[in-house]
């Protein structure tokens, strides 16, 4: 029996992007059927909300989604779209996993790192935000709840558990933001407490920045906040070779998005330059999440040969090939 997902091919390279993914994932016989659906630019374009109800509906009934890169315009009146999904579907645990390939432009090997991310409380909740009326003060409560902290900590170190990880890193701001950030430690610390099996350490964001940097090979899952989740992200990103090959997870109870993490970029949509890996690396999430992880290790072993080997690969991996001829590479592989 076929699984429907919902796909969101996305705005600038996202059809591009996109059309590669569904090659890959369609050439290993997957069994899924797509439900296509249109956010963000493409859809205000057709006189559409950022977000259609048709939309909405379609992920309510699927609960799998694939989303390509989502541009929200610029200006009063339009939040964020993925802050919006995230919000709508309780996709809590924003998980983002980068990993060294050989051939990328990277100043580190060897990197193996899972981020977990709580995604849907924090700064970017922006509760009860305003600016005064001269325009001089401007204001927002970063707000946290005992069930965001736990259940997100609980993800990421059963993350490590099933991963067969070894080590999950609680990373904080307790000593300055010491009630929100405070309350996170304090929660992160009493559910480390019931993964004995899992070592665990705390780390102030800063430190954990400056180690990061110093010496990657010491993280092997970190768990932490919205905010600091995203900046560390990107850092994490970075130690690879950048969001070109960073995808991420936003997972919840009843619903799950898969994504690459890096923007539409519409400077270079329809020059057919685009390097797909990053969505390709969030559908092998996707598989996973699915239970196919045989199919799993095909792709990321394309790839990854595909890189290593130079083979047609996009200008940011070095070479001189297109989103077409990289995805030929990596298909001919599986």
């Known amino acids: 029996m076929s699984t429907i997902i919902t796909v969101i091919p996305g705005d600038g390279i996202g059809p591009e992007i996109m059309t590669s993914t569904l090659r890959c994932i369609d050439a290993m016989d997957c069994g899924l059927e797509y439900d296509f659906r249109q956010a963000g630019l493409g859809a205000l374009e057709h006189g559409d909300q950022l977000i259609p109800p048709e939309t909405m509906d379609s992920i309510r009934r699927n609960r799998i989604v694939l989303k390509g890169p989502l541009t929200t315009p610029v200006g009063e009146g339009f939040s964020s779209i993925n802050v919006g999904l995230r919000k709508e579907f309780d996709l809590y645990a924003n998980v983002r996993p980068v990993i060294s390939m050989p051939g990328t432009r990277s100043r580190y090997e060897d990197i193996d790192i899972i981020t977990v991310r709580e995604n849907t409380q924090g700064a970017y909740l922006a509760a009860d935000s305003k600016i005064s009326s001269d325009g001089?003060?401007?204001?927002?409560?970063?707000?946290?709840?005992?069930?965001?902290?736990?259940?997100?900590?609980?993800?990421?170190?059963?993350?490590?558990?099933s991963s067969r990880r070894k080590k999950v890193t609680i990373v904080h701001k307790a000593n300055i933001l010491k009630t929100v950030s405070g309350m996170f430690l304090d929660i992160a610390r009493q559910v480390a407490l019931e993964y004995p099996d899992i070592e665990h350490e705390e780390m102030i964001v800063d430190a954990t920045c400056m180690k990061l940097v110093m010496n990657p090979w010491q993280f092997d899952v970190i768990v932490t906040t919205n905010l600091f989740g995203d900046i560390i992200s990107d850092l994490c990103a970075g130690l690879v070779g950048g969001l070109g090959l960073a995808p991420g997870a936003n997972i919840g109870d009843d619903a799950a998005m898969f994504e690459a993490v890096h923007g539409s970029a519409p400077d270079i949509a329809g020059q057919h330059i685009a390097n797909p890996c990053a969505l390709m690396l969030g559908a092998a999430q996707m598989l996973t999440h699915l239970g196919m992880e045989g199919r799993v290790r095909r792709l990321r072993s394309a790839i990854r040969e595909t890189i290593v080997a130079a083979d047609r690969v996009t200008p940011d991996l070095g070479g001189h090939g297109t989103t077409i001829s990289i995805t030929d590479a990596i298909i001919e592989r599986l």
């Open 136 to 161: 001089e003060t401007a204001e927002s409560k970063m707000v946290v709840t005992r069930k965001g902290c736990a259940r997100v900590t609980h993800y990421a170190f059963k993350l490590a558990r």
